[in-house]
């Protein structure tokens, strides 16, 4: 894959500051959510600055990405994640994905079609690309600590989310995709299986899922679109043997209606964990709390 970061240019960068670095970040006023335009497409990000953040202390970043058809703004507000970044101090980027379609955006995911049944081609938008942008941006104004980056999103987005830890594992402290979680596409001759081929991470990578057993659109069952086909206790699996981990933990339940399962005793501390949601659907059902407590003490070297 192409990751035509310098075409990106950022001539503007983020609310016209452009590429220098600063003593000390200027987001914007703590607490608030504002929308920016980055890149020579100038596609929209949200960006919430947390509640008390200080500017002259880079804060970790979460990419939050939205489903297909969604945009950034409306993942924001049904998510609630900025709420659990105003608690534990964490800035949120929120941007839409590169290939308009109705009157939202898909993610570039290859091998994977959208919505409309069409293949991403060499002329979609390199996302990945777009991701790494954001994230570089904001670390060179002295916003956000390139160590601490981590990315969720919602179906679509979490497929999309699963995707960057597949091919950019080195910029990624952790992932936590959410009614999403794959370990690259289906085998062809087997589709009940994840194909090796299609994610090969350059290092563990510390993976929380979340699903619901109800969910028909992504189910946790396997089945489904082609592209889904195979368990997400499969995609867990694959992820264990990705990390190197030794153990699988027993399953409990965390709530009365969520319990958990996964792999630990991981290379680099590189644990997985899926939290399934009883009677859940295909919606957010992450914990954000949940998920900022496993993201919160792993750092990128």
Excluded at 26 to 43: D, I, K, S, Y
């Amino acid at each position: 894959m192409r990751h035509w970061i310098g075409a990106l240019a950022l001539t503007a960068g983020l609310l016209g500051l452009g590429q220098t670095a600063q003593a000390a970040c200027t987001l914007g006023e703590a607490g608030t959510t504002r929308a920016v335009r980055m890149g020579p497409t100038q596609r929209t990000v949200q960006i919430h600055v947390p509640r008390d953040f200080d500017p002259a202390q880079a804060a970790p970043l979460v990419l939050l990405l939205h489903g297909s058809g969604g945009t950034g703004a409306a993942m924001l507000t049904s998510s609630k994640l900025a709420d659990a970044a105003d608690r534990h101090g964490f800035i949120v980027a929120a941007p839409d994905a590169g290939i308009p379609v109705e009157r939202g955006f898909v993610w570039n995911v290859p091998g994977v079609p959208t919505i409309t049944g069409a293949i991403p081609g060499p002329d979609d938008a390199d996302d990945v690309a777009f991701l790494l942008a954001i994230a570089d941006d904001l670390a060179a104004q002295g916003c956000a600590d390139p160590a601490r980056l981590y990315a969720t999103g919602l179906s679509g987005g979490g497929r999309m989310t699963s995707w960057l830890g597949c091919v950019v594992a080195d910029r990624f402290a952790a992932i936590a995709p959410v009614v999403g979680l794959r370990a690259g596409n289906p085998r062809k001759a087997d589709p009940a299986s994840p194909d090796p081929a299609t994610c090969r991470p350059s290092r563990p990578m510390p993976v929380i899922a979340f699903a619901g057993d109800a969910d028909q659109t992504n189910p946790i069952q396997g089945g489904g679109a082609p592209y889904w086909s195979y368990t997400m206790h499969a995609a867990e699996q694959r992820w264990a043997q990705l990390n190197g981990c030794a153990a699988t933990r027993p399953t409990r339940w965390v709530s009365n209606t969520v319990y958990e399962e996964g792999y630990a005793d991981c290379r680099d501390g590189a644990e997985v964990a899926g939290r399934i949601t009883r009677d859940g659907g295909h919606s957010w059902v992450a914990d954000n709390d949940a998920m900022w407590a496993f993201f919160a003490p792993r750092t990128r070297d």
